[in-house]
């Protein structure tokens, strides 16, 4: 007999893919600045490290927040015993509230309706379990973040068929691509109960146009079946087309009663907007009461610690500070990947035009031996070991064409960003001359061949070598 | 359009256990504002002793102000999410559940996973050691959370090791026998046996005979023992506790495979009364568990300015020997006030040396042995008497009559209040029994006068 589950000795965690070996090889060899300036630079990591600052100043002219006070008066029991899965009221009004100021208040949400989870991570799993059978599947949009592989399938038994987006089109999803996907799902016999996008999308850093959001609300409606919004992004948009969320799709088509209304499921989270990923604040949105209502149960699962739902009820509340966070926040990001771009630019590497995220969907196309995967992987492992840079390689992500890579740049200081920049560049800059040099040996060879040929064949004609 | 699992209710969330609960809510006791509302006695949580706590907390504003050494370290713990978990933290909790154990074993903080609450941990571990379709036994009574904490996702079975008074419900050789063979008949798999020790809802630490059977038993069948020992801190008396890695290596069965069938479900909710905070932990000597666990951990992991104030609390050994120490005495007395309090109204409870609630017998305050008088009772002693106690039925327990009541969540004063409320109710009871009792004869001599009457006519 079995002495462990499957899923206790099977790899569907998706944790021996190259996404989690990168941030291996780092651990083993990590930049620092003084005590290992040649050491591995993180840029695999999706982290936001440009507004700590902001938060810092607020915890010290609010110690309350985390003393476990309210207006002087210590709370710590409450607190202690608050566990109640519906979270606590005053964390959930705030957070709606941030939400809804997120999206420039265009569209607001109901606090009954959303559900506390200890991160997006658990959160997206929750929803799985709440609308998907184990076998059945849902639609994703590739590229995708590559933990979906575990979050989404791995204990829930559900599939994933991706919806193949391309760079012809700058990976927009088309009507095509998602009838493709449907069709792929059929062939494989699995009844598909909905799509998963992230917008922003995880890994091109980019918004989806209204477009692609009035495509995808057609196809699930005429599908009957759910939408799930992962917009844990949706506070990093820092430059135009702004953000346009599926709440605000939604109302645009005056869906607010119809059908897809209750089919349509937000995910969110503060780990990249507020930069808090330690804190494990996630949330469900939904206008369905009993997803809300399973959700809500299963959340038992995976609480927010009151310590932590406190502390940020605090913080979201006061408003004056949300607002100057998200924009100072923006600003700070859109400064970051300029550089970033530029950077890439000067070393003849040009990134997908992004508006949102904190990382550029790279073109390496250019650098790789032969347009394959194998090829990436190549360019990957030189670039981690040689260059001494982890970046994601979009096989990872289950991109269809080989040559783009994630490359992160909120999660390190600008220093260290400039220094990643040099040694791509110069990186490059000896590919070049290699390769430079290899067609010069491949020529060199090639007329050598020529000359034997021709004198095998005319001994009057010789050919002057080549130098 | 939903999947089954959403519209079932196999969350196990209909049961008395959480009706109580919603029932209290509406008319919940307040000394002051609403002296004549519902007490609650259904939920196990400790309140004696956060004074101990929080004057901690104000000699070590660090812990909770997120620094060390007087300097701010919120953003290396903003951004802490390895599910390791932080090493200063499980260095301080293997220490804490060894301390605890009297340091008759000790663990090692690799083998730890750290997880949102044992709620989460539970769950976790049927994921790690059981297939959709197998099952757990469990015996009863038992806790009715995990009637959805083991089932409701991962789709495994608990098939109940059914305990009587006979024995103070102890666990017995033909109980698990029959429970395995039970499990045959309805062809599942038995993965593994779950116990909780000490045990919820009967505040009874295992002996150690129960525990050695359980060996035997686990090792003839080739199945795990996982113990949810989460009041492990809060075993006020003797007999001592015996956790079942004590019981193990007393066995010297270090060097077995049995060893690595073995995981220890842990949680600061009881013994620290931090429910809020979701501090749960597995430990286990299985490395494909540990592994797969702590992967797992990613759907619950324990908030980093959580795992840093508790690092530092619990790190303060001196505070935490004390603190056990303390709140061990507390629970004691206040255990002795329920159970000298319902004595008084003539109601018996199972003898008990550990938890937060005691096991009560009022068998003979039902009508009828079924747990239809049961319910009935239950209702009374809510509605009427105004008292929130959990019914033995909604814990699997197999005879009607038995019922949990927390001593360790309300104030002395209010405890007062409800040993006087069934005193009231009891006494009533039984002027109404002598009453009922005495209109029986009546009628009885009534009937038998007037035949009488009518034997003269003829």
């Not at chain 1, 109640?84 to 009004?93: I, N, S, T, V």
């Not at chain 1, 607001?108 to 379990?129: H, P, R, Y």
């Amino acid at each position: 007999m079995r002495l462990l589950s499957r899923k206790a000795t099977c790899n569907t965690h998706g944790q021996d893919s190259s996404y989690f070996l990168g941030w291996q090889e780092y651990e083993k060899n990590p930049y620092d600045e003084i005590q290992n300036p040649t050491g591995i630079i993180q840029m695999g990591l999706a982290e936001n490290q440009l507004s700590f600052d902001l938060l810092e100043s607020w915890l010290a002219d609010n110690p309350d927040a985390a003393g476990f006070k309210k207006d002087g008066q210590s709370i710590f029991r409450e607190l202690a015993l608050f566990q109640d899965y519906h979270g606590l009221a005053a964390f959930k009004k705030a957070l709606v509230e941030f939400m809804a100021e997120i999206r420039g208040n265009k569209v607001t949400f109901d606090q009954n309706k959303i559900v506390l989870t200890a991160g997006a991570t658990s959160a997206n799993e929750t929803l799985m379990f709440c609308l998907a059978e184990p076998g059945e599947a849902f639609l994703l949009p590739t590229p995708y973040y590559p933990g979906f592989d575990r979050d989404l399938k791995w204990r829930t038994g559900v599939e994933i068929v991706p919806i193949q987006c391309t760079s012809s089109n700058g990976f927009q999803i088309t009507a095509p691509a998602l009838e493709e996907a449907f069709q792929e799902a059929q062939k494989r016999n699995l009844r598909v109960k909905g799509v998963l996008v992230t917008n922003p999308s995880n890994p091109l850093g980019t918004t989806m146009t209204r477009n692609e959001l009035n495509l995808l609300l057609s196809f699930i409606t005429e599908k009957g079946i759910h939408l799930i919004s992962d917009e844990i992004y949706s506070g990093t948009v820092f430059s135009s087309p702004g953000f346009v969320s599926i709440m605000e799709a939604l109302k645009d088509r005056k869906c607010e009663n119809s059908q897809v209304w209750n089919r349509v499921h937000i995910v969110y989270s503060l780990s990249k907007d507020l930069g808090l990923p330690g804190f494990r604040v996630g949330a469900i949105y939904s206008n369905d009461d009993m997803v809300v209502s399973a959700a809500t149960k299963m959340s038992s699962f995976g609480l927010v610690s009151s310590q932590t739902q406190y502390l940020l009820s605090a913080l979201l509340s006061d408003k004056k500070f949300t607002r100057n966070y998200i924009s100072e926040n923006q600003k700070r990001l859109k400064q970051r990947k300029k550089l970033l771009v530029k950077g890439l630019e000067k070393a003849g590497i040009s990134c997908l035009k992004s508006n949102a995220g904190l990382f550029c969907w790279v073109n390496m196309k250019l650098l790789l031996s032969s347009n394959t995967f194998e090829a990436e992987m190549e360019l990957w492992k030189k670039i981690v070991h040689e260059v001494k840079l982890n970046i994601s390689p979009g096989s990872s992500c289950h991109c269809t064409e080989p040559g783009w890579f994630r490359v992160c740049f909120a999660n390190m200081s600008e220093e260290t960003l400039s220094l990643a920049i040099q040694r791509l560049n110069s990186f490059v800059k000896s590919m070049n001359n290699q390769s430079h040099h290899q067609i010069k040996k491949s020529s060199r060879r090639k007329s050598l061949t020529k000359w034997v040929f021709r004198l095998s064949f005319d001994h009057d004609h010789r050919e002057p070598e080549e130098r | 359009m939903l999947s089954r699992k959403s519209s079932c209710d196999s969350h196990g969330q209909d049961s008395f256990y959480f009706l109580g609960l919603q029932e209290y809510e509406k008319n919940p006791y307040h000394n002051v504002h609403n002296p004549m509302g519902i007490i609650q006695m259904g939920l196990a949580e400790n309140q004696l002793s956060f004074d101990l706590l929080e004057s901690w907390l104000a000699r070590n504003p660090d812990a909770v102000c997120l620094k060390r050494n007087g300097a701010s370290i919120f953003k290396e713990l903003a951004l802490f999410q390895d599910y390791h978990g932080l090493p200063a933290f499980k260095n301080a909790l293997v220490k804490f559940m060894a301390e605890i154990r009297g340091n008759k074993v000790k663990f090692d903080p690799n083998k730890l996973v750290l997880t949102a609450g044992s709620t989460s941990a539970n769950e976790t571990l049927m994921f790690c050691l059981a297939e959709r379709g197998d099952a757990f036994l469990l015996p009863t009574p038992y806790y009715p959370g995990f009637d959805r904490d083991l089932k409701w996702r991962t789709e495994v079975e608990i098939v109940p090791i059914h305990c009587s008074s006979s024995n103070g419900f102890q666990i017995t050789e033909p109980s698990l026998e029959k429970a395995y063979q039970q499990a045959q008949k309805l062809d599942l798999k038995v993965k593994g046996v779950l116990i909780t020790n000490p045990s919820n809802p009967l505040g009874t630490t295992m002996t150690r005979d129960e525990l050695n059977l359980l060996i035997s038993f686990a090792m003839a069948k080739k199945i795990h023992i996982v113990s949810d020992e989460i009041y492990s801190g809060t075993a006020f008396d003797c007999p001592d506790y015996i956790s079942i890695t004590e019981a193990l290596l007393d066995r010297h069965l270090e060097n077995t495979d049995m060893w690595s069938r073995i995981h220890i479900v842990y949680s600061l909710s009881k013994d620290l009364s931090l429910p809020g905070f979701r501090v749960g932990m597995i430990y286990s000597n299985n490395g494909t568990v540990v592994s797969a666990a702590t992967k797992m951990s990613s759907f619950g992991l324990i908030s980093s300015q959580t795992q840093h104030l508790l690092s530092n609390m619990l790190s303060d050994t001196k505070f935490t020997s004390n603190y056990t120490k303390k709140n061990q005495k507390r629970l004691r007395k206040r255990k002795e006030m329920l159970v000298s309090g319902l004595q008084s109204a003539g109601i018996k409870c199972l003898e008990s040396n550990a938890g937060l609630f005691c096991w009560v017998d009022m068998r003979h305050l039902l009508s009828s042995q079924t747990f239809e008088a049961e319910k009935e009772l239950w209702k009374k002693i809510l509605f009427e008497v105004g008292l929130n106690i959990s019914p033995g039925s909604s814990c699997h327990c197999l005879e009607p009559g038995w019922f949990r009541i927390c001593f360790a969540n309300i104030s002395e004063e209010a405890l007062h209040v409800a040993m006087k409320r069934i005193k009231k109710f009891v006494d009533k009871s039984y002027q109404q029994m002598v009453c009922d009792q005495r209109s029986v004869i009546h009628n009885w001599q009534s009937r038998i006068l007037s035949y009488n009457h009518e034997a003269d006519r003829y």
